[in-house]
């Protein structure tokens, strides 16, 4: 007998993009059939009944969505991590470009329902309009709820107010509570809890952002930690005890750049450079580490490896867009097709 801990139809519901104005029953299967993603997942189904003892309490996916900064880049767009665990999405800033790389991952905005911010800077949130409208557009079953930190509801009540116009334009064909946009604003502490799903928000240190916060995701014996942006922190080091994958940003440069460049000096202050990385992992020893909000200035990515080696054995990965993690009794990372 097949151990899920949640409705199979559920994950149907992840695997296969809901296709706009089809009928919906003959759509799922008329529109995925062939589609890699429809395939890989229900191959996927069928080795955990056959293996009998696995839940979907021993394994998690997470795909990173942005990669990048507020640097303009077609490789690596805004920052955004998405977590599937317990039957559903979790998704994690949502900069430039999120909806169109949910796209390529083949899943479509309205399957997304709740946001966790970590700071208001621009390249975490300039996303978020665009996953909600188009969310919306696509039939999201209920509201997109977005938790972040202080200033959270007063950015989602301009984006209310922005979009007002286009609301009321589409209400005539579009139903009107699926346009629903609220927000929470959190402090450190559980903030969620729900399917066998834990998220846990902690601060971190990304000064003069303040506050800005770390989230962690539990989902039973697995768990992922995103760092945000932010310096070297002890209070993450505190919250990253025991974890599986530690998903934390990088920021390297030349010395001689920071010397002669008193902003670059600025920048690099409130990041958290290779050899600060190292120290971090030192002290967290997670099963795999990943770099994103990757930010080096006259530094290649396989010099800023290479640093971080120096002091630090496990194993680590430079993170990439659309780069997949399948976490389970092993860590698999693979990228998207």
Known sequence: MCALTFPVRHYFRLAIPRPLGFNLAMGYFTDALNRRLFKRRCLAILLLCLCGSLTWADYLEIT????GTPRLSAERYGSATLIQAGGKYFLFDAGRGAVIRLHQADITPDQIEQVFITHLHSDHIT?????????????RPSA????GPEGTKHTIDALRSMYHKDIHYRTSNVRHEHAQLLSEEVTQGVIYQASGVTITAFYVDHKPVE???GYRLDFGDRSVLISGDTTYSDNLIKHAQDVDVLIHEIAGSDATLVARNPRLAKIMAYHTNPQQLAKVLQKTQPRLAVFNHVLLFGMTEESALAQIRQDYPG???MGYDLMHIQLGEKITVNTLP
């Open 64 to 67: 990173l969505l942005g990669t």
């Open 127 to 139: 996303g978020l309009d665009d996953l909600w409208i188009t969310g919306w557009i696509y039939q």
């Open 144 to 147: 997109l709820k977005v938790y």
């Open 211 to 213: 506050p800005a916060l």
């Open 315 to 317: 194993r680590i990965e």
